[in-house]
């Protein structure tokens, strides 16, 4: 069946240490996307991807990464920079972006840090 | 600027009673409007969207949402609760132009009693 995989599902950092969320897709879609979640701040957007080799930055990209070197996948680095990374992580996709394009996400990362 | 507002962040019914869940959103050209929803710990998944055309929309499990333009409002309905149906629900804004990512508001909790 055709989704998006995110892993690991949780995940525990010590201060200090940058960590790598992935997502895998199997869609076929051009554009993929990683929001944040807060409880009671809806989702964020950190960083999008139309097409392979580019991304754009969304609301809240400080302190984090992305790279897109092959079109099923989008890994988002939390990095030491990003000052209080504990939340929900949720990667999506769609067959383009914009317009009436649906996005499909994948089961989120939770990030602790310890 | 687009944006999007969800007024209440938790609703409380009883089953087999009236669900309303709103979502005033704020676009200077015409929107595409989506509701999505959330279980617990999970991804989102869309129940509807509106983009051109009919402006009364029916979507999954028995809800539907009205475009209302002079209201700007895109409020989602489901006239009899089921327990089933406690979750959350986001509603998100975006419009015809590539390139462009979904702006969700913050979420409304619906939960449902017996």
């Known amino acids: 069946d055709g989704g998006i995989t995110q892993s690991p599902k949780y995940l525990f950092r010590k201060e200090g240490q940058n960590v790598t969320l992935s997502c895998e897709q199997n869609l076929n879609h051009d554009a993929m996307y990683w929001y944040r979640q807060d409880p009671g701040q809806g989702l964020r957007l950190i960083y999008y991807s139309q097409i392979v080799n580019d991304f754009q930055k969304g609301d809240i990209a400080e302190g984090y990464s992305v790279s897109r070197e092959k079109k099923e996948s989008f890994p988002l680095t939390v990095t030491s920079a990003q000052k209080n990374p504990t939340a929900f992580y949720l990667c999506?996709?769609?067959?383009?972006?914009?317009?009436?394009?649906?996005?499909?996400f994948g089961a989120g990362s939770r990030l602790t840090v310890l | 600027a687009q944006s999007v507002t969800q007024l209440g962040s938790h609703v409380s019914v009883s089953e087999g009673a009236l669900v309303l869940l709103r979502c005033n959103y704020s676009?200077?050209?015409?929107?595409?409007l989506f509701w999505y929803v959330q279980y617990p710990n999970q991804g989102l998944q869309l129940l509807l969207k509106?983009?051109?055309?009919?402006?009364l929309v029916k979507g999954i499990n028995g809800f539907e949402a009205e475009f209302k333009k002079s209201e700007t409002s895109f409020h989602l309905t489901k006239p009899s609760a089921h327990m089933s149906d406690a979750a959350e629900y986001f509603c998100?804004?975006?419009?015809?132009?590539?390139?462009?990512?979904?702006?969700f508001g913050k979420g409304t909790t619906l939960s449902v009693s017996s």
């Open positions: 998100a804004v975006t419009f015809n132009q590539a390139g462009t990512a979904l702006i």
């Open positions: 999506a996709s769609s067959p383009a972006s914009g317009g009436a394009n649906v996005l499909t």
């Open positions: 509106y983009t051109t055309g009919a402006t």
């Open positions: 676009s200077s050209v015409p929107p595409y």
